[in-house]
T-cell receptor, first 115, second 109 residues
Framework: DTEVTQTPKHLVMGMTNKKSLKCEQHMGHRAMYWYKQKAKKPPELMFV???????INESVPSRFSPECPNSSLLNLHLHALQPEDSALYLCASSHRGGANTGELFFGEGSRLTVL | DAKTTQPNSMESNEEEPVHLPCNHS???????IHWYRQLPSQGPEYVIHGLTSNVNNRMASLAIAEDRKSSTLILHRATLRDAAVYYC??????????FGAGTQVVVTP
């Protein structure tokens, strides 16, 4: 199994809603990543978890709250989002964190629309 | 954080080789050089990565300059399925893989 599975594939939410994005991998990887991608732009790194601990937070607003309950699962909790947060949210995993991550495996993304 | 510079776009004929350059003049000694590609409506896909020596795999070759300030991704025989945005990325000390603008590769039959 070399897949990173993201759910849901599409999410529409209002600015007062609370929702979560989920990412799962069963490759035994110990590093997991959240990226945000706007249309026709490159992915922007948001968070990196290494061995279930948050190792990188790229100054992401607190309305995005990551969680790594175990080594296979990564969540992104969303609260009080703005319309400009509408984007494709990509999850990725790698064997390890640090400089020598090896290959990153990406999911197909969750497309979020904030009304 | 070290940055990369790539041309905005490159065009190639099918069955011809494609050489994609990447400049990373501020690379540090521990930065790995990664290449990913992204097709429309898909997540990025790993292509290749290396530290100092040239690397080959089934998808491509990576040629790294001796001073490591630049690298070149080589697709040996472009196919229509290789049309994508190709990103050159440095790993950073903590695995902070940040994407740059990338190169749009167009393959014409």
């Amino acid at each position: 199994d070399t897949e990173v599975t993201q759910t849901p594939k599409h999410l529409v939410m209002g600015m007062t809603n609370k929702k979560s994005l989920k990412c799962e991998q069963h490759m035994g990887h110990r590093a997991m990543y959240w990226y945000k991608q706007k249309a026709k732009k490159p992915p922007e790194l948001m968070f990196v978890y290494s061995y279930e601990k948050l190792s990188i937070n790229e100054s992401v607003p607190s309305r995005f709250s990551p969680e790594c309950p175990n080594s296979s699962l990564l969540n992104l909790h969303l609260h009080a989002l703005q319309p400009e947060d509408s984007a494709l949210y990509l999850c990725a995993s790698s064997h390890r964190g640090g400089a020598n991550t090896g290959e990153l495996f990406f999911g197909e993304g969750s497309r979020l629309t904030v009304l | 954080d070290a940055k990369t510079t790539q041309p905005n776009s490159m065009e190639s004929n099918e069955e011809e080789p494609v050489h994609l350059p990447c400049n990373h003049s501020t690379i540090s000694g521990t930065d790995y050089i990664h290449w990913y590609r992204q097709l429309p409506s898909q997540g990025p896909e790993y292509v290749i990565h290396g530290l100092t020596s040239n690397v080959n795999n089934r998808m491509a070759s990576l040629a790294i300059a001796e001073d490591r300030k630049s690298s070149t991704l080589i697709l040996h025989r472009a196919t229509l399925r290789d049309a994508a945005v190709y990103y050159c990325i440095l790993s950073g000390s903590w695995g902070k893989l940040q994407f740059g603008a990338g190169t749009q590769v167009v393959v014409t039959p």
